[in-house]
Antibody, heavy 115, light 112 residues
Framework: QVQLVESGGGVVQPGRSLRLSCAAS????????MHWVRQTPGRGLEWVAV????????FVADSVKGRFTISRDNSRNTLSLQMNSLRTEDTAIYYC????????WGQGTRVTVSS | EIVMTQTPLSSPVTLGQPASISCRSS???????????LSWLQQRPGQPPRLLIY???DRVSGVPDRFSGSGAGTYFTLKISRVEAEDVGVYYC?????????FGQGTRLEIK
């Protein structure tokens, strides 16, 4: 069955970096665009970034532009999110999602940015 | 960016009764390819979001037919014909017509 498993979350100080990963299985990962979406109690669901099926096209939200980078390795069925210069407002649960639209979702990984 | 506005934000419903959630977008969601990429997602307590409906009214495989979507342009509706206990959670509309993708604030469905 389809599985998306995020990892890499944790507690980090403002200004530091963190790298999230998402391991995909059970579907044709290399044929679908993939997204990162985050969720906070105050701001609800917020789309963060998307990468095309072949990794050529990437877009990120204005709130993370210049700080976050999305990438993928189709040979390993893995999606990544490199998060630099983290801010307290980046604190959230981060989900990877993909499929034809947002068919598939992982369970999420929690990121806490705090001094 | 396209702003998605849901109403109501909370909906207490009696089991077996219908429920309806509205979603309005700040601009038309009709894509240049002719499709309207409006989706509905359900998030049960403690779970990640789950896609229920895409392109206004297409149900994802396995989603009960008591869930239906309708609308056009900038106004959309999710209807549950007869609410069951497992339907409790938060429902979000989402547009995938433009980048950035944007979500509504969420509507909490609870049982009276």
């Amino acid at each position: 069955q389809v599985q998306l498993v995020e990892s890499g979350g944790g507690v980090v100080q403002p200004g530091r970096s963190l790298r999230l990963s998402c391991a995909a299985s059970g579907f044709s990962f290399s044929t679908y665009a993939m997204h990162w979406v985050r969720q906070t109690p105050g701001r609800g669901l917020e789309w963060v970034a998307v990468i095309s099926y072949d990794g050529v096209h990437k877009f990120v939200a204005d709130s993370v532009k210049g700080r976050f980078t999305i990438s993928r390795d189709n040979s390993r069925n893995t999606l990544s999110l490199q998060m630099n210069s983290l801010r307290t407002e980046d604190t959230a649960i981060y989900y990877c999602s993909g499929g034809k639209g947002f068919d598939y979702w992982g369970q999420g990984t929690r990121v806490t940015v705090s001094s | 960016e396209i702003v998605m506005t849901q109403t109501p934000l909370s909906s207490p419903v009696t089991l077996g009764q219908p429920a309806s959630i509205s979603c309005r977008s700040s601009q038309s969601l009709v894509h240049s390819d002719g499709n309207t990429y409006l989706s509905w997602l359900q998030q049960r307590p403690g779970q990640p979001p789950r896609l229920l409906i895409y392109k206004i009214s297409d149900r994802v495989s396995g989603v009960p037919d008591r869930f239906s979507g309708s609308g056009a342009g900038t106004y959309f509706t999710l209807k549950i014909s007869r609410v069951e206990a497992e339907d409790v959670g938060v429902y979000y509309c989402m547009q995938a017509t433009q980048i950035p993708r944007t979500f509504g604030q969420g509507t909490r469905l609870e049982i009276k």
